[in-house]
């Protein structure tokens, strides 16, 4: 257990439709990292936030939009849903502002079929 | 920019076999590399990662992994691999500069280890 959750675990919606994946880093963690997982394009670096800052961008839709609260949990909003969209979404957690030396924690994902 | 070369998708060994899993990365300046594991129905988890210094990194559950500068390469080896060992292993590059903290994977390779 890396100490980084997800939820939902699995998410089946229908195409047009807007869902909201949540993270809670590990306690401490201050960087949330959200990758996506697909058969297409395998794993891909979306979006880090820092202490409720965003801090780097990847290849992240438009269509998707993420934020960091207060709490330091975030969430990660995929809206205009598309099939292409089904994949694997991973959120991980480092301590600090993406140093080379901090470790990223992963959490267990959340599986978006989209139909 | 960086980018990471799995040269096998699909690795068969039996039990106590050694294997070796390649890895070779492109970047035009100096990288940090890292190799994840993932378990069915799991997250990414650290096996180990090269920072500088020793070209030769130990990791978790007996792996290692040479760094090797002229050959662009990362390769992750096991003397004598076990039935658990079997799963999806990573390689990844982390980003400089403007994409510091930002992990750049190969497509994995899923090792079999038969019994």
């Known amino acids: 257990d890396s100490g980084v959750t997800q939820t939902p675990k699995h998410l089946i919606t229908a195409t047009g439709q807007r869902v909201t994946l949540r993270c809670s880093p590990r306690?401490?963690?201050?960087?949330v990292y959200w990758y996506q997982q697909s058969l297409d394009q395998g794993l891909q670096f979306l979006i880090q936030y820092y202490n409720g800052e965003e801090r780097a961008k990847g290849n992240i839709l438009e269509r998707f939009s993420a934020q960091q609260f207060p709490d330091l949990h975030s969430e990660l909003n995929l809206s205009s849903l598309e099939l292409g969209d089904s994949a694997l979404y991973f959120c991980?957690?480092?301590?600090?502002?993406?140093?080379?030396?901090?470790?990223?924690?992963f959490g267990p994902g959340t599986r978006l079929t989209v139909l | 920019a960086q980018s990471v070369t799995q040269l096998d998708s699909q690795v068969p060994v039996f039990e106590e076999a050694p294997v070796e899993l390649r890895c070779n990365y492109s970047s035009s300046v100096s990288v940090y590399l890292f190799w994840y594991v993932q378990y069915p129905n799991q997250g990414l988890q650290l096996l180990l990662k090269y920072l500088s210094g020793s070209t030769l990194v130990k990791g978790i559950n007996g792996f290692e992994a040479e760094f090797n500068k002229s050959q662009t390469s990362f390769h992750l080896r096991k003397p004598s691999v076990h039935i658990s060992d079997t799963a999806e292993y990573f390689c990844?590059?982390?980003?400089?500069?403007?994409?510091?903290?930002?992990?750049?994977f190969g497509r994995g390779t899923q090792l079999t280890v038969w019994p």
């Open positions: 990844a590059v982390g980003g400089r500069g403007s994409t510091l903290g930002r992990l750049y």
């Open positions: 991980a957690s480092s301590a600090k502002t993406g140093q080379h030396t901090d470790t990223q924690y």
């Open positions: 306690s401490g963690d201050l960087s």
